[in-house]
Nanobody, 125 residues
Framework: QVQLVESGGGLVQAGGSLRLSCAAS????????MGWFRQAPGKEREFVAA????????HYADSVKGRFTISRDNAKNTVYLQINTLKPEDTAVYYC??????????????????WGQGTQVTVSS
């Protein structure tokens, strides 16, 4: 069992930047590959980024590649999502998720067992 709490969301103008954080507790953080997903109003939740247990491997959705960076600090039990050059279409609730019993990175929701409550990112045009 692991508990995840996201923070760092807010209201920003297009072209700005945010850094989202996800703090984990309840289990050894380094055992979990981590991912970020987002859900816009009226749309299904979609994959954003993933990172392996060690942090060596990462994977990004095409829509965010080159603008978003996922990273982790296992000593702090925290995963981050640096978001640059924000666009209005990035507006969504962003969720972090933890998966177990696999190596590398995964982009499917079914590969993640634990989810945070989300943090709102709103980008004005």
């Amino acid at each position: 069992q692991v508990q995840l709490v996201e923070s760092g969301g807010g209201l920003v103008q297009a072209g700005g930047s945010l850094r989202l954080s996800c703090a984990a507790s309840g289990r050894t953080f380094a055992n979990y590959p981590m991912g970020w997903f987002r859900q816009a109003p009226g749309k299904e939740r979609e994959f954003v980024a993933a990172i392996s247990r060690s942090g060596i491997s990462t994977h990004y959705a095409d829509s965010v590649k080159g603008r978003f960076t996922i990273s982790r600090d296992n000593a702090k039990n925290t995963v981050y999502l640096q978001i640059n050059t924000l666009k209005p279409e990035d507006t969504a609730v962003y969720y972090c998720a933890a998966g177990t019993y696999y190596y590398g990175v995964r982009s499917s929701q079914r590969d993640y067992d634990y989810w945070g409550q989300g943090t709102q990112v709103t980008v004005s045009s």
